[in-house]
């Protein structure tokens, strides 16, 4: 019989628009660190804030996420600063990001440890964007 381990709630949040193997890595990583995963899916609004145009909308982004094994629960990301109240509210213990946001929430150590893990290499939406809008130009002889 397997001791039951202490509750250990884990959160993170991002866009995560058309997933990917980094986003994947990411999760995995993070669901290790603790019994429960929760992820902050930006909303379409807060994207909008974050100047971020995204290809699938957040009910279909919600949708993939809820369907990762890694991912426990999924909640609406509609602020820069709701981070403190859902650390206190869902009872975090590990709030962790892409290094790409290294320090950027170091604010929040006085209420839950805060990570940084390295990115997958090679693989961003964006790059994705691109390669798929080239490939589309190469096939109509463009
Ligand atoms: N990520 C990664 N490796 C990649 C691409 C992304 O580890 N190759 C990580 C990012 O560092 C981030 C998460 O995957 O932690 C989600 O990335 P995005 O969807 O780009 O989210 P972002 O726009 O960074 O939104 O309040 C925080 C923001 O909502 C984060």
């Known amino acids: 019989m397997q001791p039951s381990r202490k509750p250990r709630v884990v959160l993170t949040y991002g866009t995560f628009d058309l997933f990917h193997h980094g986003h994947v890595n990411l999760l ?38 809820e369907s990762c094994r890694y991912v426990d629960r999924v909640i609406p990301e509609d602020t820069w600063e709701q981070k403190r109240c859902d650390i206190v509210n869902y009872n975090v213990s590990t709030f962790a990001m892409g290094d790409d946001w290294t320090g950027k929430f170091d604010d929040l150590q006085d209420i839950a440890q ?17 390669q798929i809008g080239d490939r589309e130009r190469r096939a109509m002889g463009r």
């Open 28 to 65: 995995r990583r993070l669901a290790d660190l603790g019994t429960e995963l929760i992820v902050g899916c930006s909303t379409d609004a807060f994207n909008q804030i974050k100047g971020k145009q995204c290809v699938m909308s957040y009910e279909q982004r919600r949708t993939i996420l």
């Open 114 to 130: 805060v990570l940084y893990l390295p990115r997958t290499p090679e693989v961003s939406t964006t790059e994705l964007r691109a």
